[in-house]
């Protein structure tokens, strides 16, 4: 597992990720999407597990969702279970807000 950072202070992320918005990042070789539900950081897969659709052009809700843009498919974005759907879990990653910035491990 490798730990990434985010951002080079807690406020910079706070601004980088906006709640509910959702954004790709690219940590080393690897991109994933970051969002934000508050001072709450989710860490996701790019593509949605059912047929890959980008998940950066889809929802977060405010019961810590992501709804895919194709077939609306729902992932918990604290476990990555599937909501609402039928197909494999969403992969999702730990994070820690800290002063240093959004620390996310892969
Ligand atoms: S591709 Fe995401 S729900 Fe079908």
Do not use: W
Not at 62 to 69: H, K, Q, R, T
Not at 93 to 99: F, I, T
Request: with cysteine.
């Amino acid at each position: 597992m490798k730990t990434f950072t985010l951002g080079q202070s807690r406020e910079q992320v706070m601004a980088l990720i906006p709640d509910r918005g959702i954004k790709l990042v690219q940590l080393g070789t690897v991109k994933i999407c970051v969002s934000r539900l508050g001072n709450e950081f989710f860490a996701f897969e790019t593509l949605c597990p059912h047929q890959k659709t980008p998940l950066h052009q889809g929802q977060v809700t405010g019961l810590a969702e992501v709804i895919c843009p194709l077939h609306h498919f729902r992932f918990d974005l604290h476990t990555g279970q599937v909501r609402s759907g039928n197909c494999a879990e969403l992969k999702v990653y730990k994070n820690l807000l800290c002063e240093e910035g959004l620390q996310i491990f892969i």
